[in-house]
């Protein structure tokens, strides 16, 4: 090779690198692009994820806050969550697909849920779960801010006798905003929550979890439900009669019954506002 040839070689990779560090910046070549999407979903996936984020807003369950999400039917290393917005606005253009990692697909320039990590983590290490659910809703924060743990009461929260842990974030990450804005924040959230339905946030809130939308939207009105009224009967005085274990665990086998005609009811109630 000349020296000539030599000089003008350097000089094209001289040249080259601003380039590409200015197509990186910029998300213009494939390294830097979102994952890539697991494909196509049906369309009644998403207008459940919609009907469920209404319908929990309309339950009182959810606020301007919390969120709802469900694992991609195509690939387990996936999940559909909404941009950010209040539950009760959320439509079929909001829903976004996701890695576990909480990285969006295709951001669009759309806002995102801060504490997309819950998801992301919780179904990294729960293959059983579908859906997800993460609430602020009032009647639980007692529990999580006081040594008394919530107790199966209702027959329709027995899935509560699998047991309520407490996440308390300072042990893992010190002084905080409390929210869970990382992944190993995620982590140990889903390490405290383990194979329990539920787990409550310390003065924060709490997570639920399902095998499906409709299991999990039911648990998570159920549960603030069980806590007002363990809270309503202990305030009576004198022992409260909690269910059984053996009586829990004949609900839980069919805790799926009959979910779709209180489902059909929700849904529809919900999707009528405008």
């Known amino acids: 090779m000349s020296k000539l040839h030599r000089y003008r070689s350097r000089r094209a990779i001289l040249f080259a690198v601003p380039v590409v560090a200015v197509l990186c910046a910029s998300g213009s070549v494939a390294a830097q692009s979102g994952p890539a999407s697991a494909?196509?979903?049906?369309?009644?996936?998403?207008?459940?994820?919609?009907?469920a984020n209404r319908i929990l807003a309309d339950q009182g369950v959810l606020d301007g806050w919390g969120h709802v999400s469900v694992r991609h039917p195509r690939d387990p290393n996936r999940y559909l969550l909404s941009r950010s917005?209040?539950?009760?606005?959320?439509?079929?253009?909001?829903?976004?697909?996701f890695d576990l990692d909480s990285n969006p697909v295709d951001a669009k320039g759309r806002s995102l849920y801060t504490e997309r990590f819950i998801h992301g983590e919780i179904y990294k290490t729960r293959p059983d779960v579908m859906a997800i659910v993460h609430t602020h809703a009032p009647a639980l924060i007692p529990f999580g801010i006081s040594k008394v743990s919530l107790k199966p009461v209702y027959h329709r929260s027995a899935f509560v006798a699998a047991g309520v842990p407490v996440f308390e974030i300072r042990e893992?990450?010190?002084?905080?905003?409390?929210?869970?804005r990382d992944q190993a924040l995620g982590r140990a959230l889903a390490d405290a929550l383990g194979n329990h339905p539920a787990a409550l946030m310390r003065g924060h809130g709490a997570v639920i979890v399902g095998p499906s939308i409709q299991r999990v939207v039911g648990r998570s009105i159920f549960l603030p439900l069980n806590a007002t009224l363990q809270m309503q009967a202990a305030a009576l005085g004198g022992p409260v009669t909690y269910l059984d274990p053996e009586e829990?665990?004949?609900?839980?086998?069919?805790?799926?019954?009959?979910?779709g005609r209180a489902w059909e009811a929700w849904k529809r109630k919900a999707m009528a506002k405008p």
């Open 39 to 51: 494909g196509p979903v049906d369309p009644q996936l998403i207008e459940d994820l919609v009907a």
């Open 85 to 97: 917005r209040a539950p009760e606005l959320i439509s079929v253009d909001d829903i976004m697909e």
């Open 248 to 259: 829990a665990k004949k609900i839980e086998e069919r805790e799926g019954y009959g979910l």
């Open 172 to 180: 893992r990450a010190g002084m905080t905003d409390m929210l869970i």
